[in-house]
């Protein structure tokens, strides 16, 4: 089991920023992948960003396009803490962000979410 604690949500104002923090504690695999959903009112959960562990390389990283340039994920392997900072913000940035961790072995993908975070952005 893992578990996740996200920090860092509230309100601001369009062209602002946040920085959200998760951190996971429980069984870590060495493969795994952290990211940060998120789920506006009557809209699917969608992908904002994660990061793949990445060994002593660090992880690679995946972005939806509404939010590159603007979005940077990175993650702390020593803290299992992974960040995301969120620059010029937009009102349809306002959403609930959920912290995603996933646990790989060689054949089963183990799946877990935070509790969520409220971001809202006026305008």
């Known amino acids: 089991q893992v578990q996740l604690v996200e920090s860092g949500g509230g309100l601001v104002q369009a062209g602002g920023s946040l920085r959200l923090s998760c951190a996971a504690s429980g069984t870590i695999f060495s493969l795994n992948t952290m990211g940060w959903y998120r789920q506006a009112p009557g809209k699917q959960r969608e992908l904002v960003a994660a990061i793949t562990s990445g060994g002593s390389i660090g992880g690679s990283t995946n972005y939806a396009d509404s939010v590159k340039g603007r979005f940077t994920i990175s993650r702390d392997n020593a803290k299992n803490t992974v960040y995301l900072q969120m620059n010029s913000l937009k009102p349809e940035d306002t959403a609930v962000y959920y912290c995603?961790?996933?646990?790989?072995?060689?054949?089963?993908?183990?799946?877990?979410w935070g509790q969520g975070t409220q971001v809202t952005v006026s305008s």
């Open positions: 995603n961790h996933k646990n790989y072995d060689y054949r089963t993908t183990y799946v877990y």
